[in-house]
């Protein structure tokens, strides 16, 4: 007895597997978009997208990775694709040298370059000694000098601070300053003098004018403050009251 044939429907599902099975095994399967890439020789891939990097120690050329080529007294850089000199070398276009170290010097902290001792000052590629004059002292730096205090450097020595009759040395220590009430005049100390209605300045060596007077050559003269006016806020000169203006050495009311 024949069999009965299939529903159209079935044989269609059927023949559409068929087909698929067979592009599958035939063609191969393309692989998905974004898929990751196998990385070259000394690579690995990257922890994200479908990239790779060289391993440390090697350096991408174009899509494969090659050695880099480290000099003597050289190691691998932080980045691992390139290379620094080590402590006492520095490069010389592709190769390390040594720093020459001269006498009385010391190899600097980075290690490419040298300072000299404590004493001693650069000069050229040498270190040569701090010639130290009568009344200095070698310098926080160690490599010059200074006065003492009481002494100015002139050129390659240090003279004696002259201080005249009252006045003291400054901070600085290599010059003079007068004493409170008196000032400098042609290397002296002359005393500051106070007219009446005045009193010695904060700085010492001048005067002002009492409040209420203001300053008139060697002396200080009364403010005269007009009608509708009092003293202003410096105390040397007059404002008007409210309500008026100033017209010349008067106030007038304000229109």
Known sequence: MASKPKPLSQRMTQQGL????????GLGVAPARGEAVAPPAHAHATGYGSGWTCDRGFLKVGES???????????????????????G????????????????????AGGRGWDCDRGYAKVGQECQVVAIPANAYLDSFG??????????????????????????LDCSGDRFKCDRGFRESDGSCVRVEVPLN?????????WDCERGYRKNLESCAAVIVPAHAHLG???????????????????????
């Open 198 to 206: 005045g009193y010695l300045a904060r700085s010492g060596d001048a």
């Open 18 to 25: 068929l087909l698929m099975l067979l592009a599958t095994v």
């Open 233 to 255: 806020y410096s105390g040397s000169d007059w404002t008007c009251n409210s309500g008026y203006e100033r017209e010349g050495e008067g106030c007038i009311v304000r229109n």
């Open 65 to 87: 990775c090659v050695a880099v080529e480290i000099p003597a007294n050289a190691h691998a850089d932080s980045r691992g694709d390139g290379w620094d000199c080590d402590h």
């Open 89 to 108: 070398y520095r490069r010389a276009g592709g190769a390390c040298e040594a720093v020459a170290v001269p006498r009385n010097a010391f190899l600097e």
């Open 143 to 168: 490599s010059s000098w200074q006065c003492r205090r009481g002494f100015r450097r002139v050129e390659n020595s240090c003279e004696a601070v002259e201080v005249p009759v009252n006045a003291g």
